[in-house]
């Protein structure tokens, strides 16, 4: 299967070490910066492989090698008009979160894919982490009972070094704040298992301490699912002095699960009600990782492939993608306005928060 790679910054490597692990015929790499294309490849000794082709234009890279499937892994604030191109052009399309910046491009993009029978995926690779296939498994068995209250805990830390990298980081126009960038990834997992439909958001967010950006370091919600159940998000890159936790708590009336370690890998409590010696080997499970972005890209991009061969839904499709953007900008929506939003979320952006702070 032919696939290229539109961005080489910071999450990149990820991608690339994804595509080799399926055995992905990688075509092309693109970057505005040619120096960003080399370094990737050489860390994976691609960079003397003929076959793979540099291109600072993904509109070129996509008329001339015509993949199968593209990765985008750019700044946010362009992920939706690359997957728009790509998708008008029939290839299948990962994007890295956030799927777009605002509802409007996000709709577009699930509308567009179904009329082109296209696949896209958003890159929310947690939901392959072990911990998490294993609550998954037991929230979909009904060991849980009835859902209590669930809770998404990102305690990181990011200072000026990080956002220095990168110009485009903590804008709202290319990036948004901490629950845009860093806390998406558990909002998505607090939304899918919590029971997906969701009535109202209250939120509120600061920047207590990143002065030189224009968007948030914290924020904090309450949600309230339509099955009754209520949720709550905390996500910051305040935490002094490293990333300290990516915890999701769910409690139901017959079960409590806590995934902790940095990027929801480990499993820190397990208890039910009808217990098996099968729940042993959950307590205390542990996911080796290498950084923050744990394995699951490479789970993420094989389920892809199949997905494209098997002509069905990827397991994290656009809809999902939809979804956590969705929380996210009503979060915003609710620190600007001052009032609890209903959704769903007919459109707003992040551009809309200018000024905010």
Not at 2 to 16: D, E, P, S, T, W
Not at 23 to 48: G, H, R, T, W
Not at 234 to 251: A, C, D, H, Q, R
Request: hydrophobic share 40%; net charge negative.
């Amino acid at each position: 299967m032919k696939y290229a790679l539109i961005g080489c910054g910071r999450i990149a490597v990820n991608h690339i070490k994804a595509a080799v692990n399926n055995n992905l015929e990688i075509v092309a790499v693109c970057d505005i910066l040619p120096e960003k294309m080399e370094e990737i490849l050489s860390k994976f000794d691609l960079a003397s492989d003929e076959g793979i082709h540099r291109y600072t234009n993904y509109k070129e890279l996509i008329q001339e090698e015509k993949p199968e499937l593209v990765s985008i892994a750019t700044e946010s604030g362009i992920h939706a008009e690359i997957a728009i191109h790509a998708i008008d052009s029939g290839v299948n399309v990962i994007i890295e979160k956030p799927m777009a910046m605002n509802m409007e491009d996000a709709d577009r993009i699930i509308k567009l894919s179904q009329e082109k029978n296209v696949k896209v995926s958003a890159c929310h690779q947690n939901r392959f982490n072990i911990a998490v296939q294993e609550l998954r498994r037991a929230l979909e068995a009904g060991r849980f009972g009835k859902l209590s209250h669930g809770s998404i805990n990102v305690r990181w830390n990011r200072n000026k070094d990080y956002y220095d990298q990168a110009g485009w980081r903590g804008t709202w126009e290319q990036d948004g704040g901490a629950l845009m960038n860093q806390c998406i990834h558990g909002i998505d997992l607090l939304r899918w298992m919590m029971g997906d439909e969701i009535e109202e958001i209250y939120g509120a967010t600061r920047q207590q301490f990143h002065h030189y950006l224009e968007a948030e370091d914290v924020g904090m919600a309450v949600i309230k699912f339509k099955n009754g159940a209520i949720g709550t998000v905390e996500g910051t890159t305040n935490v002094y002095p490293k990333n300290l936790e990516e915890t999701l708590y769910v409690f139901g009336e017959n079960g409590t699960v806590k995934i902790g370690g940095t990027s929801t890998n480990n499993i820190d409590v397990w208890d039910f009600a009808d217990e098996t010696s099968e729940d042993e080997k959950n307590k205390g499970l542990e996911e080796a990782t290498s950084n923050v972005y744990g394995n699951g890209h490479t789970s993420l991009f094989a389920d892809m492939m199949d997905a494209i061969d098997s002509d069905r839904r990827p397991y994290v499709d656009a809809v999902a993608g939809r979804n956590a953007l969705e929380v996210v900008l009503a979060i915003y929506k609710s620190q600007k306005t001052g009032q609890p939003v209903k959704l769903p979320l007919d459109d707003f952006a992040s551009t809309d928060m200018k000024g905010e702070f």
